[in-house]
């Protein structure tokens, strides 16, 4: 079989993966490494020099100079993991069979940023990863590849990621496949939703926790952002208070209370008071006492 030239635009352990396994198929040429301009991956830059592979790292893919240093690759597929740069119509025509990208989420849901935050604020039972042509809009393209894996209560957001830097390389490179061997059957996500889903990216400060919300919606917003994210928190007398962890109280009543604040404190847990009953923090950082009441801006109580 003809090897098949890739231009591979990449970055993280989930371009690691994939990375290894196109490497280690002998009909797959990959002509260079594009790494992220701003946080660059150093570990992907070794990887590739190692193996002979010109390694790129410019803060425009679109401009004409690397459109010029591209052309001078005969890459006839580029692939995109995990790389934080919108492809334009120029650089799109230069490979003879497009531009792919994996995506953690199921599209046309969950388009955009943060996807794995997303769907567990959500509360979602599953969540997706999609390989699917680049098109002139926002992770709108044609779809190759498409899986979806539970969620239960047990995961929170390290563990969703976990999954996906296992899941996306195989993806991937199941797709990179189909285009080679001509058995590609891509479908337009208009099949699917013609409104699909639209997520944002997460800002600093967005992970302060609203207490006046259900025991629910707490309990997945803090296991949706805590580590390796930057975890829930909310202030008390000046404090920053950092929720790690948390599990639903089976069969707690619903009553009135004052939300966010403390109502008992044990060794290993507090309970908090919720919009409609309460949480058990089993994971805090932070110095707290019964009776405090959690904010949302740091103010002394």
Avoid at 83 to 97: A, K, S, T, V
Avoid at 105 to 122: D, E, H, K, T
Avoid at 225 to 237: L, M, Q, R, V
Wanted: glycine share 8%; proline share 5%; hydrophobic share 35%.
């Amino acid at each position: 079989m003809k090897p098949l030239h890739i231009g591979y635009f990449a970055d993280g352990p989930w371009g690691h993966g994939a990375f290894h396994k196109i490497m280690e198929d002998e009909t797959l040429e990959m002509d260079f490494v594009c790494i992220r301009y701003g946080q660059q991956d150093k570990l992907l830059a070794a990887m590739a020099k190692e193996k002979g592979i010109d390694v790129l790292c410019v803060p425009n893919v679109n401009a004409m100079e690397c459109l010029e240093i591209l052309k001078g690759y005969p890459s006839e597929l580029y692939v995109s993991m995990s790389f934080n740069q919108i492809f334009r119509e120029d650089i799109r025509e230069l490979p003879p069979l497009g531009i792919i990208n994996c995506h953690a989420g199921r599209l046309p849901f969950y388009r955009g940023r943060n996807i794995l935050n997303w769907v567990l604020i959500n509360d979602e039972k599953e969540f997706g990863i999609t390989v699917h042509y680049v098109d002139s809009g926002i992770d709108t393209g044609d779809i190759l590849v498409q899986r979806t894996y539970g969620i239960t209560d047990q995961d929170t957001y390290g563990t969703l990621l976990e999954k996906a830097y296992q899941e996306c390389p195989s993806l991937l490179y199941k797709a990179i496949k189909q285009i080679q061997t001509g058995s590609a059957h891509p479908w337009k996500q208009d099949e699917i939703s013609a409104a699909g889903l639209y997520c944002g990216v997460r800002r600093e400060n967005d992970e302060i926790l609203d207490w006046n919300q259900t025991s629910r919606e707490i309990f997945n917003f803090i296991r949706g952002i805590t580590k390796p994210g930057p975890c829930a928190c909310s202030y008390c007398k000046g404090e920053r208070i950092r929720f790690l962890s948390s599990v639903l109280v089976p069969d707690a009543p619903a009553y009135k209370g004052i939300p966010g604040q403390v109502l008992l404190k044990q060794p290993g847990y507090l309970l908090i008071k919720t919009k409609d009953s309460y949480i058990k923090i089993t994971d805090y950082e932070g110095t707290v006492k019964v009776g405090d009441r959690m904010k949302m801006i740091s103010e002394d109580s």
